[in-house]
């Protein structure tokens, strides 16, 4: 079965940090990894990963693979409060039709 | 905004009772799939609509069934609610078959059972 284990559960930091998520997982037949941020209801896309070295960014967050290892971390630089939010990991199998997500990192970033 | 779109919003229901939950898809997306998210938890795959076809089901009991239609909208029905199934439900759509593309999701419909 697919298993995703996000770390660490919780953090708190303050403006102008950076913050590291990591995730682990057991994927059979690994097709992607994704993370989403999730600050209400909808789950926002973030990144795609595919490729085990290539790092993915988009403004202050940045993401990259090791498929050797088996994880993913995200990075955030100079966090801001609407940084604030529940990440999401989730991979996905060769079937291709399901996501399987870890529990999630909660980010509170304070003023 | 992903262009999903889900319906109601908030919902609540007693023990025992049935709930019929709506998502529309993204346009030119012909796969939808359906989550349910506990309180602190990460989203749990329920099951995935292709073409009208069920493709792919998780470790969800019959009483929860789906539907999808010719224009891709898709239901989430579930009988002979429980308490336990109170969550947030995602829908999300994609373009499916073999193409690597990402899920989108809608904003949620929050099922509450008394």
Known sequence: EDKVVQSPLSLVVHEGDTVTLNCSYEVTNFRSLLWYKQEKKAPTFLFMLTSSGIEKKSGRLSSILDKKELFSILNITATQTGDSAVYLCAVEGAAGNKLTFGGGTRVLVKP | ?????????????????????????QSGHNTVSWYQQALGQG????????REEENGRGNFPPRFSGLQFPNYSSELNVNALELDDSALYLCASSLGGTTKDTQYFGPGTRLTVL
């Open chain 2, 1 to 25: 905004e992903t262009g999903v779109t889900q319906s109601p919003t908030h919902l609540i229901k007693t023990r025992g009772q049935q709930v019929t939950l709506r998502c529309s898809s």
């Open chain 2, 43 to 50: 989203p749990q795959f329920i099951f995935q609509y292709y």
